[in-house]
């Protein structure tokens, strides 16, 4: 008995906030606004895609994408037309132009920043110390009979 409940539990599919009522009679509508919802963020629970959150502005969301789609507008547009309303934060994945350019070049750059320091500190450990002088060996080799 542990191990079915073990399997359902694997295997079961994530719950998605979706309802029966939301949901468009065409399949490929509906698929097509699934593909759409995934990538579109709650703007409250804000690590949560529209189709996870029960958020009533997730439903607004999620009504919104299907209306567009029912009204013929292409994934890009519904798309623009979301971001237009509610800005780029309800994108999960950032555009690579304007202010989001930054976020896309961030990355990288830190990367090689960090890179060029991890470089430096590393080429400066591998300079030999300097040698000792003649009078410090003699001490050296004094304080070392003692």
Do not use: H
């Not at 073990?6 to 399949?27: K, N, R, T």
């Not at 002088?133 to 004094?142: H, Y």
């Amino acid at each position: 008995m542990r191990a079915l409940v073990l399997c359902l539990m694997l295997f079961a599919s994530p719950a998605l906030a979706v309802q029966p009522d939301e949901m468009l009679s065409d399949p490929v509508l509906e698929a097509r606004a699934r593909d759409i919802s995934r990538d579109l963020r709650c703007p409250v629970c804000q690590g949560e895609a529209i189709d996870d959150s029960n958020a009533p502005i997730s439903r607004d969301l999620r009504l919104l994408v299907r209306e567009r789609l029912v009204a013929g507008d292409s994934d890009a547009e519904v798309v623009d037309y979301i971001v237009a309303r509610y800005g780029e934060f309800v994108l999960f994945k950032p555009r690579a132009s304007g202010t989001g350019l930054i976020l896309w070049l961030a990355g990288p750059a830190m990367l090689l920043i960090g890179g060029g320091l991890a470089y430096a500190m590393t080429r400066r450990r591998a300079r030999p110390e300097a040698e000792l002088t003649e009078a410090e060996k003699a001490r050296l080799a004094e304080l070392m009979k003692e």
